[in-house]
């Protein structure tokens, strides 16, 4: 018998299964980024961190001031979609552990990525170990209060989201200073219940910090989560809304 997979193995295997047909579902994600990525003035080595298929990377690559991008995922298929660009360098690895030496990174990206850390302290702590001193951090994460039609409907699996706090003290405690945080509500609707939970998966987007039992569904189940989803029909259709919290910081030290 196999050993169990663990988190990050899941969870890698859920954006490798999505990585082919990811950027036909991913328009909130791209929306979120656009507001990430305005206002920034990427410059020097920059990390992108969690990539996914190389959307972004390649729009901080194309920026005149920036000498590389290292895009970086969890995952080996998500790579595989990057298109080659001769200032895009692809690196599979983990948030949490960064194949990174000390103080190489200019600045950090990262689009709708850090929420999937086990832990967001280790995860500042890397990303503080790996930028060079007074070097930007901006990051988009979904914020308390996302997926809120998925949570009334109380038999759906989600993940627990962070708020400006939890992420303050992460940051703040591991090497950061000068946070700042914003927020933003985005949204799409879809026709049916199924739908909306297709989308979900098409972008490797329904890992929950649950047992693995708990995805075991029946015919009850779906019934359920059908009736839960068509109670929160809006006239544009079933909501899957996410507010979406901003941040930016900078790593401690002189420039």
Not at 133 to 155: N, R
Request: hydrophobic residues 45%.
């Amino acid at each position: 018998m196999s050993a169990p997979l663990s988190r990050k193995q899941e969870i890698a295997g859920r954006f490798s299964r999505a990585a082919l047909h990811y950027e036909q579902h991913a328009g909130l994600q791209q929306q979120i980024a656009a507001e990430l990525l305005t206002g920034l003035t990427p410059a020097g080595v920059v990390l992108d961190a969690g990539c996914g298929t190389g959307r972004e990377s390649l729009l901080l690559a194309g920026q005149a001031a920036v000498e590389r991008v290292v895009a970086l995922d969890l995952s080996s298929e998500m790579l595989a979609c990057v298109p080659p660009h001769p200032r895009v360098q692809t690196l599979q690895g983990d948030v949490e552990a960064l194949p990174l030496p000390a103080a190489g990174i200019d600045q950090v990206f990262s689009n709708f990525a850090l929420q999937w850390c086990s832990s967001r302290e280790q995860a500042a702590a890397e990303l503080a170990r790996v930028l060079k001193p007074g070097g930007p951090l901006a990051f988009s994460v979904p914020g308390p209060g996302s997926l809120a039609a998925l949570v009334s409907a109380k038999v759906l699996a989600v993940n627990h989201f962070a708020g400006e706090s939890d992420w303050a003290m992460a940051l703040m405690s591991n090497g950061f200073s000068d946070c700042e945080f914003f927020q933003g509500s985005f949204a799409m609707h879809f026709a049916t219940p199924r739908e909306l939970l297709l989308a979900l998966k098409q972008i490797g987007a329904n890992t929950a910090d649950v047992p693995r039992e708990a995805h075991l569904h029946g015919r009850g189940w779906w019934q359920r989560v059908s009736a839960a989803l068509e109670s929160m029909r809006e006239p544009e259709g079933i909501p899957l809304r996410y507010e979406v919290l901003f941040v930016r910081a900078r790593r401690d030290g002189d420039e």
